[in-house]
């Protein structure tokens, strides 16, 4: 009997903890991967002469744009829901935290976005914006699922029209957010992420 007290209580210590770990690196690999798929499938796009995000007549945080954005990307990408501009599918969450205590964001209401949902079971939201950063893109890595939580399941990937190419939030080559911000907020954390291929961020 002390013997399995003993375990159960070893378990009870462990099992959050190793639980914790595997949450952890599912979350790096599915952003690591999106990234990837993003970055390709801007390549691809250009490839196949539907040119360059920002020779297709994106203006700004507006429901055209967004539009535009979702409709040309799912032309490459390997979809498993298509939501379009309403979260009638409840393809992302009601709202999203941040890792302090400010006012959570609603992002059904609030600038126009479109939903995808991919095949690794991550939602990626496009927004237009102004140049340079003409696209904005909020990955969900598990969906609508919680913890629903900028820096623990949302990060943004950001493309720039003057660089031509997607950027992670927090690199400075982005024009977002720089790390300083990433443990506290939760901005920024994109760039962490996948440099370092790990969230100790959460644990400083």
Not at 136 to 146: I, M
Request: net charge negative.
């Amino acid at each position: 009997m002390i013997t399995l007290g003993v375990i159960g209580v070893v378990a009870a210590m462990t099992i959050p903890t190793l639980m914790a770990k595997y949450y952890e690196h599912k979350t790096v690999t599915t952003l690591k991967e999106t990234f990837s798929i993003l970055t390709q499938s801007a390549k691809l796009l250009d490839e196949m002469d539907e040119g360059k995000p920002e020779e297709w007549g994106i203006t700004g945080s507006d429901e055209q744009s967004a539009e535009i954005i979702g409709n040309k990307f799912k032309k490459v990408l390997k979809v498993a829901v298509d939501c379009g501009i309403s979260n009638e599918k409840k393809c992302i969450a009601e709202s999203y935290d941040y890792l302090d205590n400010r006012t959570p964001v609603d992002y059904t209401s609030s600038d126009p976005n479109y939903k995808l949902v991919l095949l690794n079971g991550g939602t990626i939201m496009f927004f237009g914006l102004p140049a340079p950063r003409i696209v904005k893109v909020l990955v969900d890595t598990n969906g609508s699922a919680p913890p629903n939580c900028w820096g623990r399941d949302l990060f943004e990937i950001d493309y720039m029209s003057d660089k031509s190419g997607f950027f992670l939030d927090g690199d400075k080559n982005a024009g977002t957010n720089s790390h300083s911000l990433c443990a506290t907020v939760g901005w920024g954390c994109a760039s962490y992420v996948v440099t370092y291929g790990n969230m100790d961020y959460l644990h400083k």
